[in-house]
Nanobody, 128 residues
Framework: QVQLVESGGKLVQAGGSLRLSCAAS????????MAWFRQAPGKERDFVAS????????YYTDSVKGRFTISRDNAKNTVYLQMNSLKPEDTAVYYC?????????????????????WGQGTQVTVSS
């Protein structure tokens, strides 16, 4: 069983920065692709960013490209989301997700149902 625990969410002003962390309790962290999704009130859970198990490839949704950076430290079993130039529309609960390494990940990295494990979420609120 994999447990994911997010941290780092808080209230920040527009233009500010935050770094989210997701600590994973898993035997072989490096065998999982990791992702961040977000869900605003009344909306669906949307893909934000992901990183493959060897950190060889990252993916971002268009609205965060150039502002957010996903990274991972396999020695610490942790994935990060550095968020810069935050906007009010970035306000949401941010979830960490893990997907065991598989063929075809590159074509479905943005699909929530493809992920095997989820954290409980951390609230990010950006004030204008």
């Amino acid at each position: 069983q994999v447990q994911l625990v997010e941290s780092g969410g808080k209230l920040v002003q527009a233009g500010g920065s935050l770094r989210l962390s997701c600590a994973a309790s898993v035997r072989i962290f490096s065998s999982y692709a990791m992702a961040w999704f977000r869900q605003a009130p009344g909306k669906e859970r949307d893909f934000v960013a992901s990183i493959t198990w060897t950190s060889g490839r990252t993916y971002y949704t268009d609205s965060v490209k150039g502002r957010f950076t996903i990274s991972r430290d396999n020695a610490k079993n942790t994935v990060y989301l550095q968020m810069n130039s935050l906007k009010p529309e970035d306000t949401a609960v941010y979830y960490c997700a893990a997907d065991h390494a598989r063929i075809g990940y590159g074509s479905s990295y943005y699909v929530p149902n493809e992920y095997d494990y989820w954290g409980q979420g951390t609230q990010v609120t950006v004030s204008s």
